[in-house]
C-alpha cells in the first residue's frame, strides 16, 4: 500500500492532466453504458413491432417509461424509420464515446511520460551528487538498467495506478448501479462468486512482486556482463577468452530467462482467472435468469439480454483491474530498486550556506585521515602538507602510499574523517563543492574523453563555448600539433573514450581540458606514467608549460618527472617519510636516493 501512496505521489505533479483523464473516463464510461443499454430498444423494435406487448411485472418503472415512449414512436412513425434513428444513435453514441476514449488516452500520455522524465532526471541528479566511492561499489551495468528497465516498469506501473483508482472502477460501479437497477436480484446473486476471483488474483501479485524485484537485480547482472565485456573487448580477444566470457554471459542469460518465465507464468495466470470466474458467473445468470423469463416470472426477453450486455462489460474492466494490480506490483519492486540509489547517502553534502572561496596564499591539509568504505587501514593517517601559491609539490611513494588520496581530497570528492582540508583557511567543507573544484583543474593517469568532438571534450561540453580559448589552451597543452592534422580539426569527432587518438594525444587533450577555465591549482595524477618515451616527452613538455605561474600538485610514480619541483614529499603508508628539494634528498641518502637508484637500476 506504502508503493501504491508514491506511485499516486508521482501522478499528482500532473493535477490538470489527472482531473482530465478522471473527467474523460467518466464520460467515457457512461457513454459505454449507454451504447450497450442500447441494445434493448433495438431488440423491442425487432420482436415487439406492433407495440401491443405489455410492460410490468418486475421490469424497473423507468425502463417501463422508457419502452412505452419508445412503443408510441413506433406506433406513429413506423418500425422501419424507429429502427434507423437507433441505429443512427448507436453511431453517433460510438464517435463520441471513441473520442471521449482517445481525450482519455491523450491525457495519460502526458502524466506516464512525464513521469518517467522527471524519475530519470531525480535519478540522474542523484547520481553526479552521489560520491565517487559509490560507483566504486556498484556495477555500472545494475544503474543503467535501474534507468532503463526499471523506470518502464515504474511508467506502467503509472497507468496501472490509473486503471485501479479511475478508469475500471468507474466502469464497473455505473455497470453495477445499472444492473441494481435493472435487477437487484439477480445483481446480489452474482456478486457472491466475484470475491473468488479477487482472492486467487491478490495472492498471484504478491507472489509477483518478489520474482519481479528478482528478475530486475538479475537483468542488471546481465547488463552488467554485458557492459563489461564491451568495454575490455581488446583484451578478450587478446587472451582469447572469447569462450569463457561467453560461458559466463550464458549462464546469467539462462538464469534471467528463467526466472522471467517464471514471473510472466503468474501474470498471466490473472487475466485467464478472472475471465473464467466471470463468463462462469454469466453461465450460471443464464441458467437462472432464462428460467425465470421461459416462467413469465422476471424480466422481459429483451430486458434480460440487455442485462447479459451490460454484465459482460464489466469483465473487461475487471480484468484491466487485475492486470493494474500486477503493474503496481511490478511497479512497485522497480520503485524500491529506484529507492536505492535516491536514498543512498551523498557523504560530500552541500553546505547549507556555503561560504565564497578564494585562492590567494596557500592550500593546506591539517592533520588528515582517511580511509575507504569497507577498508581496514587508513589511505591517510594524520597527513599535514602546505602548498604555497606559486609552489609545485611533487607526492611521491609506492602504490597504496596515499598521494592519490590527497588529490581526491583536495577537489572534494571525499571528506577526511579527521582533521581539515583548507584553502586560504577556509575548511572546504564550508564551501560549495563546484566553487572549490573551479579552483582546480585535474588531469588523471587515464584522460577519461568522451565520444564529441575535440572542441567538446577541451571546453567539456559548455554551452558557451569560447573558441577562441579553446585554441589558446590547447596551443598551450602542445595539443595543435595533431588538432591541425585531424580531417575537421576541432569539429572532428575522437570515438568511444578518445579511441581515435594516441595515449599520449589523449593525455595533451586532457591537459587543455584541464586549463579550459583557467584554474589557479593543477593537480596531476600519474599524467605521464602510461605512455611511451616520446609521448612522455611530448606531454612532459605540456605539462611544464602550463605549470608557469600556477600552483601544482604532481603526482607522480617516474621519478624523473619530479626533479624540478619545489618540493618533494616521500609518502609511506599515509604519512609523509621525507620532504625536501631533489638535491636535499639525494644528499640525504634516504627513501628518495634508494627509490631514484631503483628506478635508474630498472631503466
Known amino acids: 500500500m506504502r508503493r501504491f501512496k508514491d506511485l499516486f505521489g508521482l501522478v499528482l505533479r500532473y493535477r490538470l492532466n489527472l ?58 412513425n413506423g418500425s422501419e424509420q424507429a429502427l434507423l434513428v437507433m441505429c443512427g444513435a448507436i453511431a453517433v453514441l460510438a464517435l463520441i464515446k471513441n473520442a471521449v476514449t482517445y481525450l482519455s488516452f491523450y491525457s495519460l500520455a502526458t502524466i506516464r511520460t512525464g513521469v518517467a522524465r522527471d524519475m530519470r532526471s531525480q535519478l540522474f541528479d542523484r547520481i553526479l551528487a552521489l560520491p565517487v566511492g559509490y560507483f566504486t561499489e556498484q556495477r555500472k551495468g545494475d544503474l543503467i538498467s535501474r534507468m532503463t528497465n526499471d523506470l518502464m516498469e515504474v511508467e506502467f506501473s503509472v497507468i496501472g495506478t490509473l486503471e485501479v483508482l479511475f478508469k475500471a472502477p468507474i466502469m464497473i460501479v455505473l ?136 454484465f459482460s462489460q464489466i469483465i473487461p474492466p475487471a480484468r484491466s483491474l487485475s492486470d493494474a494490480i500486477f503493474k503496481v506490483q511490478k511497479g512497485a519492486a522497480s520503485l524500491d530498486r529506484l529507492d536505492e ?36 587501514e587508513w589511505a591517510l593517517d594524520g597527513f599535514s602538507l602546505t602548498v604555497k601559491k606559486g609552489e609545485t609539490v611533487a607526492l611521491v611513494g609506492p602504490s597504496g602510499s596515499g598521494k592519490t588520496t590527497v588529490a581526491r581530497l583536495l577537489l572534494r570528492l571525499y571528506d577526511p574523517e579527521q582533521g581539515h582540508v583548507r584553502m586560504d583557511g577556509l575548511d572546504l567543507r564550508e564551501a560549495a563543492t563546484g566553487a572549490v573544484r573551479s579552483k582546480i583543474g585535474f588531469v588523471t593517469q587515464d584522460p577519461l574523453l568522451f565520444n564529441d568532438t575535440v572542441a567538446a571534450n577541451i571546453a567539456l561540453f559548455d554551452e558557451g563555448l569560447d573558441a577562441e580559448r579553446v585554441q589558446t589552451v590547447a596551443e598551450i597543452a602542445h595539443a595543435m600539433e595533431f588538432i591541425d592534422q585531424l580531417p575537421e580539426r576541432f569539429e572532428t569527432t575522437i570515438g568511444d573514450g578518445g579511441g ?44 611544464e608549460r602550463v605549470m608557469e605561474d600556477r600552483t601544482a600538485v604532481v603526482i607522480a610514480h617516474r621519478l624523473s618527472t619530479v626533479r624540478r619541483a619545489d618540493r618533494i614529499i616521500v609518502m609511506e603508508c599515509g604519512r609523509i617519510a621525507e620532504s625536501g628539494s631533489h638535491e636535499e634528498l639525494m644528499a640525504a641518502k634516504g627513501v628518495y636516493h634508494g627509490m631514484v637508484a631503483l628506478q635508474q637500476l630498472e631503466g
Open 341 to 376: 540509489v535516491l536514498q543512498a547517502e551523498v557523504t560530500v553534502a552541500e553546505p547549507a550556506v556555503p561560504v565564497p572561496v578564494d585562492f590567494q596564499d596557500e592550500v593546506r591539509l591539517d592533520e588528515v585521515s582517511f580511509r575507504y568504505a569497507g577498508a581496514s
Open 19 to 76: 482531473i482530465g483523464n478522471i473527467v474523460f473516463n467518466a464520460l467515457g464510461s457512461v457513454l459505454s453504458l449507454f451504447t450497450f443499454l442500447a441494445i434493448v430498444p433495438f431488440l423491442r423494435i425487432l420482436f415487439r413491432t406492433d407495440g401491443s406487448a405489455e410492460t410490468g411485472g418486475s421490469t424497473p418503472a423507468v425502463f417501463d417509461r422508457v419502452t412505452s415512449a419508445l412503443d408510441q414512436y413506433v406506433a406513429a
Open 175 to 310: 455497470s453495477l448501479v445499472t444492473l441494481f437497477a435493472i435487477s437487484w436480484e439477480l445483481t446480489l446473486f452474482a456478486l457472491v462468486f466475484m470475491p473468488v476471483s479477487g482472492f486467487i488474483i491478490s495472492r498471484i501479485a504478491t507472489a509477483l512482486r518478489g520474482a519481479a524485484g528478482r528478475g530486475k537485480a538479475r537483468l542488471g547482472d546481465l547488463i552488467s556482463r554485458l557492459e563489461e565485456t564491451l568495454g575490455a573487448m581488446m583484451v578478450v580477444k587478446a587472451f582469447d577468452a572469447a569462450p569463457r566470457f561467453r560461458g559466463r554471459f550464458a549462464e546469467h542469460n539462462e538464469g534471467y530467462f528463467q526466472l522471467m518465465r517464471k514471473l510472466y507464468k503468474r501474470e498471466y495466470l490473472s487475466s485467464p482467472v478472472s475471465e473464467f470466474v466471470s463468463m462462469t458467473v454469466i453461465a450460471i445468470l443464464l441458467a437462472v435468469g432464462g428460467r425465470l423469463v421461459l416462467s413469465g416470472e422476471g424480466l422481459e426477453g429483451e430486458l434480460f439480454i440487455g442485462y447479459l450486455v451490460v
Open 500 to 543: 581515435r587518438l594516441s595515449g599520449g594525444q589523449r593525455q595533451r587533450l586532457a591537459i587543455a581540458r584541464a586549463l579550459y577555465h583557467d584554474p589557479p591549482i593543477l593537480v596531476l595524477d600519474e599524467a605521464t606514467s602510461a605512455l611511451d618515451a616520446e609521448g612522455e616527452r611530448l606531454v612532459q613538455a605540456a605539462i
